[in-house]
């Protein structure tokens, strides 16, 4: 049985602070923003995943919807236009990097990059959204809220990066 993990009291404290109107999701633990959308039976769109990048020597963390891909390729070219320099290369660094650089259990990154002094790339195709379900940085927990909010509060770089997944949710057994 997977031992249920508290809300990241660091997370609390920031989103207080901030004013921003957010709801703290509970559910099972899970490990990817798939998993969190059949588990709180979302769609795949409303879900969003947190990736750690690198890009040449500096970190980004990158949101787009759980059901779609990474282009590297466009993400770069994203990245680049936002820092005004070309980008050489852009990769996922191993969990270790994760672990040291976030202080973080591996796969256990909240989407707040504010939190770890990390710039935001969201997938602009999110903001048309209402709402969405962010990694909190929990096994337990997901934040909802506004995406304009998140889009205010972490000053996100809207750049078109993700490819969309044919995925098909499963069904949540009863």
Known sequence: MAKITKFPQKLAKYLEKAGVKHNILEHK???????????????????MKTLLVAADKNYYLAILPADNNLDFKKLSGEISKAAGKK???????????????????????????????????????????????????????????????????????????????KLVLAKKNK
């Open 87 to 165: 980008i050489k290369m852009v990769k996922i660094p191993g969990e270790e990097v994760m672990e040291k650089l976030l202080k973080v259990k591996a796969g256990a990154m909240s989407a707040f990059g504010g939190l770890h002094k990390l710039p935001v790339v969201m997938e602009k195709s999110l903001a048309k959204a209402k709402k969405a379900i962010f990694s909190s940085g929990s096994f337990n927990h997901s934040v909802e809220m506004a995406v304009k909010d998140f889009i205010k509060l972490e000053n996100v770089v809207l750049g078109s990066f993700g490819v969309k997944k």
């Open 29 to 47: 633990t899970v490990y990817t923003a798939y998993d969190t959308a059949v588990t709180m039976g979302k769609k795949l769109n409303e879900v």
